[in-house]
């Protein structure tokens, strides 16, 4: 069994579906769905659910959110080294209308995360570190982050990262997110991601440009499935068409099933193959731990 030490976010997620007609200052009746969720936290869940013996480092709020957060976490066999902070437990909102979403993001208790907070006896017979993007544009997080990658170098820990929309990646600065990353053995980023960090257009390209700074990976490319690596090695992967019913945290997923299967059996084409079909899962609307 694998041993995963999962660094990052936290948070509830809230979908909520827009109706045409949105009057200003009056109530309207809608589908709202609550789940646990965050990058990392979507993460552990999943791993965990694939067989992984996982380790989970963040920070909720002292608050019944955060409970709920840590409980959806203690559920699924995870061991839960988690900081509570007086800051409200992190929060997602989307709203959908139509096909569109919009996220509205509060990191709340996410910035609680100091290194003071990293413990090396965590990462004892750990095989893998995996980093939410999200916490690399944090400034309060980084330095927390920073310490987890010197233990897993010290340690001989592989590193991976799913990175963050590409819109953020743009505001915190492309150069200065790379030299953050310079440490990550494996990256996950979706077409457009891959686009922005390699500066190149076709998946076969990015993949090209994205081997020659990490070692393995894969890029996700939505209903097309995805394209994965491994030094020179390729792995191509078609998907079923699928209607999804809510994207938020499918990239995680994917990433979970990739890492799992790559450290059990080093095979590319499966680590791919699985992800996508984790992925998928959450796609299709199941929880992850169904």
């Known amino acids: 069994m694998s041993r995963i030490v999962v660094i990052g976010d936290l948070n509830l997620d809230v979908l909520a579906r ?3 007609d949105l009057p200003h200052g009056a109530e309207v009746r809608t589908s709202v769905e609550s789940t646990p969720g965050g990058s990392a936290g ?3 869940r999943a791993a965990a659910c694939e067989g992984a013996d996982v380790t989970f480092i963040g920070c909720v709020g002292n608050d019944l959110v955060g409970e709920l957060l840590v409980r959806s976490l203690i559920e699924q066999g ?3 080294q988690v900081k509570h902070v007086e800051l409200p437990t992190g929060t997602i909102v ?3 209308y139509g096909t569109e979403i919009t996220m509205l993001c509060s990191r709340g208790a996410n910035d609680g995360l100091d290194p003071s907070w990293i413990k090396e006896e965590w990462f004892q017979r750990a095989d893998h570190l995996y980093l939410s993007g999200y916490s690399f544009l944090s400034p309060a997080q980084l330095p927390a982050v920073k310490k987890a990658m010197r233990i897993a170098q010290r340690k001989g820990i592989s590193i991976s990262v799913s990175p963050p929309p590409a819109n953020l990646i743009c505001s915190f600065g492309v150069g200065n997110f790379l030299k953050e990353l310079l440490p990550v053995d ?3 980023p979706n077409l457009k991601e891959g686009k922005l960090l390699s500066e190149k257009e076709t998946p076969e390209e990015v993949v090209t440009a994205l081997a020659e700074k990490f070692t393995t990976g894969a890029l ?7 394209l994965a690596w491994s030094g020179d090695e390729r792995d191509r992967c078609q998907i079923d068409s699928i209607k999804a019913v809510n994207t938020t945290g499918a990239g995680d997923a994917f990433a979970a099933g990739f890492v799992v299967t790559y450290l059990k059996n080093r095979d590319l084409s499966a680590a ?7 992925a998928c899962r959450m796609l299709q609307g199941k929880a992850v731990h169904t």
């Open 18 to 20: 827009l109706p045409e």
């Open 42 to 44: 979507n993460f552990a």
């Open 78 to 80: 995870i061991d839960v």
């Open 94 to 96: 989307a709203l959908r």
């Open 186 to 188: 494996w990256l996950f």
């Open 220 to 226: 996700t490319l939505g209903g097309e499935g995805s």
């Open 272 to 278: 791919n193959r699985r992800g996508n079909e984790v």
